[in-house]
């Protein structure tokens, strides 16, 4: 075996192994990819990671990438001053067909969760990277809880990858 093709076969087998192996963190798991879309100076209460599941395939498809291994994203509810941010964010580490993503932003009331903001829902095309939110001005309306529900659907090679969570702020005075 020549010195480049033993070079050649080494990189294959190195990437290989590397897509084998499972890491829960977004961040470790795509070198260089945003830990998110939230902007400095917001008061964080928590950000949740999405797990993308494959949910459907084109038939005889054989792909060597897939984004419920490759894929990260999370969902995250925040503050700045007395507006609440409900965001999305997904991301991977190559181009995909098309990725869908929706947030939701709710608010606590005696009756259950209100909605609140201006619900998302747009899709990408041929896209790696993709981020949306949802804002509620909450000035002047007491003390609730604020609920952010995100979900992603992509499409890569015929198949679809979905993906979906809820985060949480509670006791938030505005």
């Not at 619900?119 to 990408?124: D, E, F, G, I, M």
Request: charged share 10%; proline share 6%.
């Amino acid at each position: 075996m020549s010195p480049r093709n033993a070079l050649v076969s080494a990189a294959i087998t190195l990437t290989v192994a590397a897509s084998l192996i499972s890491v829960p963190s977004a961040a470790s798991a795509n070198p260089g990819a945003p830990a998110s879309a939230i902007p400095a100076g917001a008061t964080v209460v928590s950000s949740k990671p999405i797990h993308l599941t494959r949910v459907s395939a084109a038939p005889n498809v054989v792909v060597p990438n897939t984004p419920d291994r490759d894929c990260s994203g999370n969902v995250s509810i925040y503050r700045i001053g007395t507006v609440i941010y409900g965001s999305i964010t997904v991301w991977c580490p190559y181009k995909v067909d098309s990725m869908r993503l929706s947030v939701g932003l709710y608010r606590s009331r005696w009756f259950g969760w209100e909605g609140v903001g201006t619900p998302v829902n747009r899709t990408y095309y041929n896209f790696s990277y993709a981020s949306e939110q949802s804002t509620y001005g909450c000035a002047g309306t007491g003390t609730h809880d604020f609920l952010a529900t995100g979900s992603s659907y992509i499409v890569y090679q015929g198949a679809g990858y979905s993906g979906s969570d809820s985060d949480e702020m509670d006791n938030q005075s505005c």
